[in-house]
């Protein structure tokens, strides 16, 4: 049986509740503010991993992962001191889905950091471990958090002024 509270406090039931309603309100208050999150895509093994940095840059990154009409699942989760890891199984309204293998490291009940490697879920035929695909209820996003690079106006600003650099000199 998993143990579902992690030592140093963290209630993990709540955190896969959280998730697993899209609610990023109620993810957010499990990170520390000075957090540090780093995702790994792995489609694009030679490009730098994608960071962030406290709880007002991961806010916005999960507003965009909890778009409306997603679907987040929690599961395989492995619960121990200091660390917690899980998958997630993401699906988006235009029927894409996305697997995110995640290792949070905790201090004093709170996510001190986090790793995502992210990578995109390729069966073909629509059904499997994540259930059957979404009709494509709503226009194609422009990106999927995690997996897709994020458009320049949403990077934080040094990484926005690198994208421009690469545009006006690349």
Sequence with gaps: MTQRKAEGGLDF???RLGIERCDPELVLGFYSEDVE???VNVGTPRASPFELRGRAEIAKYLRA???PETSHRV????????RVT?????????G???VVETTLELRDGKIVRQ????ARDSRADGEGETGPRLPALYPRPA???????????????SEQEKATEKEDFG
């Design 13 to 15: 039931e709540a955190l």
């Design 37 to 39: 999150l780093r995702v």
């Design 65 to 67: 992962s909890f778009g």
């Design 75 to 82: 599961e395989r989760e492995v619960i121990g001191e200091g």
């Design 86 to 94: 899980f998958r997630e199984a993401c699906e988006y309204p235009d």
């Design 96 to 98: 894409d889905r996305v």
């Design 115 to 118: 790793v995502d490697v992210v």
């Design 143 to 157: 990106t999927h958090p995690g997996v897709d690079a994020f458009p320049a106006d949403r990077l934080p600003r």
